[in-house]
């Protein structure tokens, strides 16, 4: 199960039935659950933790240091939960004592070829990440969320639920949930209404997202009170609840518009 070329400390935690390709290097400090396989010449260190079921790819860097200038070689991590796919020479970095001390890649995540996840970015679960998607520092992305390829999110910036981001997209504030949006910087295109059917969303609940999508952007009124038409709108509809939470969980960045 692991090739004889890999190099593994002997201070790794993995599991009995864990696939190591050849020329890996597995660090001191890495747990790899059951399942997982990991290809060629992928080198995974620092403090990271990948659960069960992943399919890494070869050449993959995971658990590097971030790259960020206070950084100063303290103890931070990086945490995978199961089921993920990442592609060839994707790079996820730990996280920094300045933020929540480790970055978050969660469940069954489709992550794509040359992807960089920065420190301290959660990424949700059941989200797509295309080829050349690059996260900066500190990004979160929500459930079911799909970036397309060459999309760059600037730090601090939220991408909320089920989102869609259009090829080179540059994401310089954040993306409310359901919205689709293009170009750069990123402006939103109307709601992601494909992706919801496909997850199964009926059609008077993606009715009730398009009434609150065109209260955020396309009526008359003032950011803040269309936030404030939306919190009514929340107590009749779980799905724009989403939104409602989304927007007054981060009164400190922009949407964009």
């Known amino acids: 199960m692991i090739h004889q070329t890999a190099i593994i400390d002997p201070g790794a935690q993995i599991s009995a039935d864990v696939e190591i390709g050849p020329y890996s290097i597995i660090g001191k400090s890495v747990s790899i659950g059951s399942g997982t396989r990991i290809g060629a010449h992928a080198v995974i260190t620092g403090k990271t933790s990948i659960g069960e079921n992943n399919h890494i790819y070869h050449h993959v860097s995971l658990g590097e240091q971030p790259q960020d200038k206070k950084y100063m070689d303290e103890e931070t991590g990086l945490e995978i939960g199961d089921d993920n796919v990442i592609r060839e020479f994707c790079s996820f970095n730990t ?15 489709w992550v794509m070829a040359y992807v960089h996840v920065a420190h301290d970015c959660i990424v949700g679960d059941d989200v797509i990440l295309a080829n050349c998607t690059q996260l900066a520092g500190h990004v979160e992305v929500g459930d079911f969320a799909m970036l397309g390829g060459f999309t760059g999110v600037h730090q601090f910036c939220r991408v909320g639920a089920h989102a869609l981001t259009g090829v080179g997209s540059v994401v310089l504030s954040d993306v409310p949930p359901y919205v689709t949006c293009n170009g750069d ?30 209260v955020l952007y396309r009526s008359s009124l003032s950011l803040e009170e269309a936030k404030e038409k939306i919190c009514h709108m929340a107590k009749d509809s779980s799905e ?7 927007l007054s969980s981060n009164l400190s960045r922009s949407i964009i518009r």
């Open 185 to 214: 910087s990123a402006k939103p295109h109307g709601i992601n209404a494909e992706g919801l059917k496909r997850r199964g969303f009926g059609q008077e609940a993606i009715r009730t997202i398009r009434q609150a999508y065109k």
């Open 95 to 109: 996280g920094t004592v300045q933020d929540k001390g480790k970055t978050v890649v969660g469940n069954r995540n």
């Open 240 to 246: 724009v609840k989403i939104v409602w939470d989304f």
